[in-house]
């Protein structure tokens, strides 16, 4: 089973940059993709983009896409989520998730890293 | 762009039996896109509940269950426990590696 821990809550100021991680164990298949999701204070689910660690290749939103960096380090299992010049509308929580074998089902879930961002 | 559809709100009494449906706000749902659904307290993850329409994930009661019902994928609880009161949510797979999330159906068991 794969377990996926997410670093730390950040405190940013507008402008600022930032890069959280999600770190999977467990059954660490290479062929898996990481996928992100944000969750803004007080709304539902949004899908940002997935990334296939064995070769970074990614895949956005079209919401997210330009907003946002996906990166992975397959020798650590690690994905990333990363942005250059943070606005107090990048607040909410941020969730990691891993689907199953076949790509299509999203089924593990990282703990959530809540991002704020605030002058 | 497709909007995916879900009830914002639902009411079941205990023991009940309750459907939510995940919608397309065009076109037909099918076991092509994959649907799933999570369950969802506030300040949580997620919970994985049903993926590839109707397997239920490793621990999931079996009172969950997903399906087809019409051109919708659904949820059914049979026999709802208080414990059930939360959120649901469902994402779809919409071809060309993108998915989307539907806005969530908050149950409330009354």
């Known amino acids: 089973e794969v377990r996926l821990v997410q670093s730390g809550p950040e405190m940013k100021k507008p402008g600022e940059s930032l890069t959280i991680s999600c770190k999977a164990s467990g059954d660490t298949f290479t062929g898996y993709y990481f996928a992100w999701v944000r969750q803004m204070p007080g709304k539902g689910l949004e899908w940002m983009g997935r990334?296939?660690?064995?070769?970074?290749?990614?895949n956005y939103s079209p919401s997210f896409r330009g907003h946002v960096t996906i990166s992975a380090d397959k020798s650590i299992t690690t994905a990333y989520l990363q942005w250059s010049s943070l606005k107090a509308s990048d607040t909410a929580i941020y969730f990691c998730a891993r689907p199953t074998r076949d790509g299509y089902n999203y089924v593990s879930w990282g703990q959530g890293t809540l991002v704020t961002v605030s002058s | 762009q497709t909007v995916v559809t879900q009830e914002p709100s639902f009411s079941v009494s205990p023991g009940g039996t309750v459907t939510l449906t995940c919608g397309l706000s065009?076109?037909?749902?099918?076991?092509?896109?994959?649907p799933s659904w999570y369950q969802q307290t506030p300040g949580q993850a997620p919970r994985t509940l049903i993926y590839?329409?109707?397997t239920r994930s490793s621990g999931v009661p079996d009172r969950f269950s997903g399906s087809i019902l019409g051109n919708k994928a659904a949820l059914t609880i049979t026999g709802a426990q208080a414990e059930d009161e939360c959120h649901y949510y469902c994402?779809?797979?919409?071809?060309?590696?993108?998915?989307?999330f539907g806005g969530g159906t908050k149950l409330t068991v009354l």
């Open positions: 590839s329409t109707n």
């Open positions: 065009s076109g037909s749902v099918s076991t092509s896109y994959y």
């Open positions: 990334i296939d660690p064995s070769d970074s290749y990614t």
């Open positions: 994402v779809l797979y919409m071809g060309g590696a993108l998915w989307v």
